[in-house]
């Protein structure tokens, strides 16, 4: 079902609280490696606890979609993150997850569930290494090993009891510390631990009205929405192949709009091009604070 619904995975896990997690978060959040992203500190029984978001939960089940792009941006492009190439994937992987709930209804009967991508207190990485679909690398992505990272991660919490792939996927990141040595903002940290706070996509994406510090000013390598760093650098990325869906397909001014194109940009032109894109939530000023700190 998960097939026909055009994901490219699909690992099933028990319903249960987090526990481990639930410790690893609070550890996290006391450190301050959120910085800005308050929201974090919300609903925290509902990230580690399945069964506050969807009374009665039996299964966890999760969905990986490639979007890996066929093509790269030009040289002379300011940096975005390869998520953000096509068309906003809340919108895309959430009429995936609608489909493959009707289908659950059609073929199985009448069940209770809700579906996640990206929209609520959800720890989607846990849930998929639970399963046995990769492992969380030391960047904190979810690697597999057949195709890498480049994946959205989709939840589906519901009350249907199934079989569960109830193994651990094997670490395989070994003494590898490609992605901990190659962040330029030392957002990497041992134990598989990253400083939100020290993130690129952090100061591009969520550091909203804000000033970003002069702390990390020549260190961002022309990224301006996100980074793509760690995931670039991995040596299980060369296994990546180009996603089939045409939904994620770049917006051609994000493989080729110069710096020069971006600071002339207006208003009316941002929403244009990027209505239907993750670019949206930086806002225009945003992108243009952005290129600013990069070429100042």
């Not at 045409?246 to 971006?262: A, C, M, N, R």
């Not at 670019?279 to 290129?291: C, D, H, P, T, V």
């Amino acid at each position: 079902m998960a097939s026909r619904q055009g994901f490219d995975y699909c690992g099933i896990a028990r319903a249960q609280r987090l526990d481990d997690d639930a410790v690893r978060l609070e550890q996290w959040l006391n450190k301050g490696m959120h910085g800005a992203m308050k929201y974090m500190e919300n609903h925290f029984e509902l990230r580690v606890d399945p069964a506050k978001l969807v009374p009665g939960a039996k299964s966890v089940i999760t969905l990986l979609k490639n979007y890996f792009p066929a093509r790269q941006q030009t040289e002379d492009a300011l940096k975005i993150s390869k998520y953000a190439y096509g068309k906003d994937y809340h919108e895309v992987i959430r009429d995936k997850m609608k489909g493959f709930l009707q289908l659950i209804h059609e073929e199985i009967g009448e069940v209770h569930g809700r579906g996640f991508v990206d929209s609520a207190p959800v720890l989607e990485r846990s849930w998929a290494q639970r399963s046995g679909l990769g492992w969380i690398g030391k960047n904190g992505n979810l690697l597999t090993r057949e195709s890498g990272s480049f994946f959205f991660i989709a939840t589906l919490i519901t009350d249907l009891e199934l079989d569960y792939d109830d193994q651990f996927a094997k670490d395989l990141c070994g003494t590898c510390t490609r992605c901990i040595d190659a962040c330029p903002t030392d957002a990497i940290l041992p134990h598989k631990v990253v400083d939100g706070s020290k993130c690129i996509s952090y100061f591009t994406i969520e550091l909203k009205d804000m000033l970003i510090p002069d702390a990390v000013k020549g260190k961002f390598h022309n990224w301006a929405f996100g980074c793509d760093i760690c995931q670039d650098i991995c040596p299980w990325n060369r296994f990546s192949k180009p996603t089939d869906e045409i939904e994620f397909s770049p917006i051609p001014e994000v493989l080729d709009l110069s710096t020069k194109e971006w600071e002339a940009m207006s208003e009316e032109t941002f929403r244009k091009l990027f209505k239907h894109s993750a670019i949206s939530r930086a806002k225009l000023k945003g992108m243009q604070r952005n290129i600013k700190f990069i070429r100042s």
